[in-house]
């Protein structure tokens, strides 16, 4: 049992993790292109880049 509760939890650290990284390039792109710093597609370039990040650790 100790064993899937480490899975699980290491599990959902991973994708909070993940979660958390899509909503902080939202938030600091967006705060970014609002300024006039950047474009839209370099804020879609970053988060199609950290889902390559993710695909080697799906389950």
Not at 33 to 52: H, M, P
């Amino acid at each position: 049992m100790g064993v899937y509760e480490l899975k699980f939890s290491m599990n959902f650290l991973m994708n909070l993790c993940h979660q958390l990284g899509i909503a902080g390039i939202l938030g600091v792109g967006g705060w970014f292109v609002v300024r006039g710093q950047t474009e839209i597609g370099t804020v879609v370039a970053f988060i199609s880049g950290l889902a390559t990040i993710k695909d080697p650790w799906t389950t």
